[in-house]
């Protein structure tokens, strides 16, 4: 995958850690349909995950029915119980102050 998508993952990638320097980064769930499988970024528990999809990258916050999101970044699974996610787009710009607050809220979260 080297198109937008890599790209995006590698934006994503840099404000998870711009956020949370001591997040640890894991790959999951490879598979023969998806043979990089699926980065997860935890800190003191799962902060999130970021699948890629043939139309979006999405990322997944494990918590995020528990996030305050006073700038609307959160997107999909909005009806989910626990979890909210970002569906980013072709094209789409991020609101990186929005989401490196969101990461940081995801990490005092997790360290309650």
């Known amino acids: 995958m080297a198109d937008w998508r890599a790209q995006t993952v590698d934006t994503v990638r840099g404000l998870i850690l711009r956020a949370e320097p001591d997040a640890t980064e894991d790959v999951k769930w490879r598979k023969a349909s998806n043979p990089d499988g699926v980065p997860t970024f935890s800190a003191d528990g799962l ?24 700038t609307g970044i959160f997107n999909a699974s909005l009806d989910a119980g626990t979890r ?19 990461v940081r809220e995801a990490v005092a979260t997790n360290r309650g």
């Open 84 to 102: 909210r996610a970002v569906d980013i787009h072709e094209g789409d710009e991020i609101d990186e102050d929005a989401f490196v607050a969101l």
């Open 47 to 70: 902060i999130c995950t970021v699948e890629t999809y043939k139309d979006k990258v999405k990322v997944t916050f494990a918590k995020g029915a528990s996030l305050d999101d006073p």
